[in-house]
């Protein structure tokens, strides 16, 4: 088999991924609202996927002979595959829109344009330009200036033609920016008997164009969404005078001037518009010029307001109280009698944020570390830290300023921590801390007793509502021992440690990944029961696919639930025939990374926070954590049970990346997300 074959490129392999979430927001029996959001998530992915690996690949062009080894391409050649991707998928996106728009109008709900109003809807409009839009609005006139103006990366803009009827008025061309930081991009409108309607602010702006322009003689205004994706890469240069922090800062600052990556615009937009503003930016075939319909930044569609009835969008499904924490019980004294498992969204996170509180209290703590890598924009893990250090606590926080997006975020953070005194590091150099560790020591007669937690999610509580991810809580001297080494390496990064238990990148993750395999590997060819279930956002790593690959050819029995990028190619006769593998996209985000050993059927079970790519294995600070209870082992069987046998929102993953659905194998329905709230609930998951 050729070599290329072996592997799916990564780049195509993520789009066939957010072609999974499409899927959702195509399925009837996903709630209308929940669809349109789906649309929302589609079209959000899509942007971050451009400003990173769109843009990456752009980079490389200049790089062919050495990056083909590298992607199985040429750079110019994969671009062109997304291209033709993308431009599918973005057709398949608007027939999926407009079908959820029969579907609301069914239920009564009409988004409606600028030339639908009613008089009182018209009166409405009026009014809310006048008092909420107008004066947000920054119209340019295009003509008047030297240069073309820049336009920002998240942003999205009318492109306006100016005419008139009279011929000695010449056309004039203007740009306004769409305030939609400022105000909903969602106005609701006064209803009509049961019928409730919705406008998109950029049609409040095109029915008001000749307010907006009202000093002028044009009769005719015309308007065009255009919007603009821009390379997301930080340059982080290497002046020694100022610091990491200092530079991330100028980095994040200079951001906004990235290279174009994409250039989206409606496809009706005249021909002499867009040749003025592509000929202006400087753009060409090679800035993936897309032709799109008459909205653009659907990733709004995220927060699409429910105006009709509750069965429009998806069963709450409150977070639950872990069955072992105790409203005002201390936790410190559970995890001391035994390890537990939080299990996000199921579980309450807040039981998460209730341990650094009472740490930050109790009068035996000593000292608080946590490494952070995203927190949430009013943190309440950042609060119960700046409280335990005014009550004496000494506090360490490792923060990774390169948390992409987050920067800004982190800089802010960094500084408030520094100001109560909490001892602030800024990770490794040229490692990126993605790992997720609490550790927690206290004095207990007259011993120091260690507390951990290490999960595989950020302790971000915005994430913790929607990203399923697990954090074991423990006091096993076996893992706390390992963390506090951890620690130790973050104060200390000269120095080096050995993990008995921990399975930490760059220096020791992947071997011990690759022994575990090869273990399964002897006792498949000695005639022993030998399986391995991964479940891991994405397999890229060509290293770790070639170990799977040999253990297939083992006899291995291999079962890999992958949400996003998977370049093995599952099911080829000869190469990967005991490979399995299905991507589960639902309500809630699949974050979780567990492996499962067979080991001669006495099962090793690991949570960690790295994915099996390049990147997380040889480039980042990452863990891999052992679970050592016997109840938490089962806990975590039977959710993997759940998902291997999910018949409702499991897709199989296949050398033709067609997402056909899995089949239903028996009556009953098992959509796994589900099961697993219910088994969380009824107290029955182990």
């Given at each position: ?642 998902q291997l046998k999910d018949n409702v929102k499991s897709r199989i993953i296949n050398q033709e990346q067609d997402n056909l659905y899995k089949a239903k194998k028996s009556k009953k329905t098992i959509r796994s997300q589900i099961e697993t709230y219910k088994a969380i ?6």
């Amino acid at each position: 088999m050729a070599k290329q074959k072996k592997i799916i490129n990564r780049e195509i392999s993520w789009l066939s991924f957010n072609d999974r979430v499409l899927q959702e927001a195509a399925d009837p029996n996903v709630p209308l609202v929940e669809r349109i959001r789906f649309l929302g998530i589609f079209s959000n992915n899509l942007d971050e996927f451009f400003k990173v690996r769109v843009a990456n690949l752009k980079r490389m062009m200049d790089f062919d002979k050495g990056v083909k080894k590298i992607i199985g391409d040429k750079p110019k050649n994969v671009l062109a595959k997304i291209q033709q991707i993308v431009i599918t998928q973005q057709n398949k996106f608007y027939k999926i829109y407009g079908e959820i728009l029969i579907d609301l109008e069914i239920n009564n709900i009409f988004i409606i344009n600028e030339k639908q109003l009613n008089p009182v809807q018209s009166v409405f409009i009026k009014q809310f330009f006048d008092e909420k839009l107008l004066p947000v609005l920054t119209p340019i006139m295009l003509h008047n200036i030297e240069t073309f103006p820049y336009l920002k990366d998240k942003s999205i803009y009318l492109a306006v033609k100016l005419t008139s009827k009279d011929p000695s008025i010449s056309k004039e061309y203007a740009l306004i920016e769409i305030p939609a930081g400022e105000l909903s991009r969602f106005i609701v409108l006064p209803p009509v008997n049961n019928k409730k309607y919705i406008i998109i602010l950029d049609d409040v702006i095109r029915y008001c164009l000749n307010d907006v322009f009202s000093i002028f003689n044009f009769d005719s205004f015309k308007a065009f969404t255009i919007k603009i994706t821009r390379d997301a890469e930080l340059d982080i240069d290497n002046d020694l005078s100022i610091s990491f922090l200092e530079k991330i800062s100028k980095g994040v600052s200079e951001r906004k001037q990235g290279q174009p990556v994409r250039f989206v615009f409606d496809s009706s937009i005249p021909k002499d518009l867009l040749q003025f503003i592509t000929t202006k930016m400087e753009l060409d075939e090679d800035d993936n010029l897309i032709p799109g319909g008459r909205y653009h930044n659907y990733k709004d569609f995220i927060n699409f307001p429910n105006i009709g009835s509750k069965n429009l969008e998806y069963k709450p499904l409150p977070p639950l109280p872990h069955k072992l924490i105790k409203p005002n019980k201390s936790i410190l004294n559970v995890i001391a009698q035994q390890d537990l498992m939080l299990y996000n969204p199921y579980n309450k996170f807040s039981d998460y944020i209730n341990l650094l509180r009472e740490a930050a209290i109790d009068p035996k703590v000593t000292s608080i570390k946590i490494t952070l890598y995203r927190v949430a924009k009013h943190s309440k893990v950042i609060n119960a830290l700046i409280n335990a250090a005014r009550n004496g606590k000494l506090v360490t926080v490792v923060i990774e300023l390169q948390a992409r997006f987050d920067e800004k975020s982190n800089i802010y953070w960094s500084k408030k921590l520094e100001e109560v005194g909490v001892t602030v590091l800024f990770g490794v150099p040229g490692l990126k801390v993605h790992s997720k560790t609490t550790l927690i020591t206290r004095k207990e007669k007259k011993k120091l007793v260690h507390y951990a937690t290490v999960g595989t999610g950020n302790f971000h509580e915005g994430n913790a509502s929607v990203y399923s991810d697990v954090t074991l809580f423990t006091a096993d001297k076996r893992i706390t021992t390992d963390v506090i080494k951890l620690f130790n390496f973050y104060e200390n990064i000269y120095r080096t440690y050995t993990y008995k238990h921990l399975l930490v990148s760059p220096l020791y993750m992947r071997r011990r990944l690759i022994n575990l395999i090869d273990n399964e590997i002897n006792n498949a060819r000695n005639g022993k029961n030998a399986h391995i279930i991964l479940k891991i956002n994405n397999l890229v790593d060509k290293d770790m696919i070639k170990k799977l690959y040999q253990a297939n050819n083992s006899g291995v029995k291999i079962a890999l639930i992958i949400r996003g990028i998977c370049s093995l190619i599952p099911g080829v006769p000869g190469m990967s025939e005991n490979i399995k593998a299905v991507s589960i996209v639902d309500k809630y985000l699949e974050h979780a990374r567990i492996f499962v050993f067979c080991n001669n059927n006495k099962e090793l079970y690991y949570i960690s926070s790295a994915d099996w790519m390049t990147r997380n294995l040889d480039h980042r600070i990452e863990v891999v954590c052992p679970v050592y209870d016997p109840k938490l082992r089962k806990e975590l069987k039977n959710i993997l049970k759940f998902q291997l046998k999910d018949n409702v929102k499991s897709r199989i993953i296949n050398q033709e990346q067609d997402n056909l659905y899995k089949a239903k194998k028996s009556k009953k329905t098992i959509r796994s997300q589900i099961e697993t709230y219910k088994a969380i609930k009824n107290n029955s998951l182990n």
